[in-house]
């Protein structure tokens, strides 16, 4: 198994890693605003749900297919950047009731963990992380490779649930004022839909300047 200094200089560089805002922060902060805490924390266990996966595909070697696999690395790019646009998409596209006091579309628990999940399934950065930034830490000196790259992710995911749940609760907190006003309401399904469609560009941009 890996150093006690390892895994102490792994989680500082994820948690430097996962304070930056990418997609699965902008969807729970969003869902956070638009329907409150527990919409925000439901959305935080998609998400990691979705990191399950990548380090599932870690450890039993997906992520080594991809990265020789041109082909099968950029359709999950733009499938993951279709996605993001699609949610901008949608969010321009909605219209904030009238009144002072709108009431938000409230989303199903079921579908805010849905959408938590296929969020953090295709998103770059999660994918980028796992396939190449985990895998410097492991060591074959110290044992199995598949059982610290497990430990890495389990790390991972656990970090990342406190980062990401700070951001529900924060963002849960401050937007009661947005939720009362219908203009501000609107406008922040205008800025969630931008932010959407701008990550969605920088998805699938990702690594056309390796080129």
Do not use: C
């Not at 390892?6 to 997609?23: D, E, K, R």
């Not at 410097?136 to 649930?161: C, E, H, K, N, T």
């Amino acid at each position: 198994m890996p150093e006690i200094s390892t895994l102490a200089l792994f989680a500082a560089a994820t948690m430097a890693i996962l304070i930056v805002p990418g997609p699965a922060v902008v969807y729970i902060v969003t869902r956070s605003v638009a329907q409150g805490r527990s919409a925000g924390l439901v959305s935080v266990l998609g998400v990691h749900a979705g990191s399950a996966i990548h380090m599932v595909a870690a450890t039993l070697g997906i992520s080594a297919l991809l990265a020789a696999s041109a082909t099968a690395f950029t359709i999950v790019k733009y499938v993951g950047a279709a996605y993001l646009v699609w949610l901008g998409v949608r969010k321009l596209m909605s219209r904030a009731p009238e009144g002072d006091a709108p009431e938000p579309l409230q989303a199903s628990r079921t579908r805010l963990f849905t959408e938590g999940f296929v969020v953090n399934v295709l998103n770059p950065k999660t994918a980028i992380f796992f396939l190449a930034f985990l895998p410097q830490f492991a060591d074959p000196s110290r044992g199995p490779i598949a059982p610290q790259i497990v430990l890495f992710g389990v790390v991972w995911i656990v970090l990342g649930m406190a980062s990401d749940g700070t951001y529900a609760l924060l963002a849960s907190a401050l937007a009661g004022r947005l939720r009362r006003s219908a203009r501000a309401a609107r406008r922040l399904d205008i800025g969630s839909g931008v932010v959407y469609l701008g990550l969605g560009a920088v998805a699938a941009l990702t690594g056309e300047s390796a080129k």
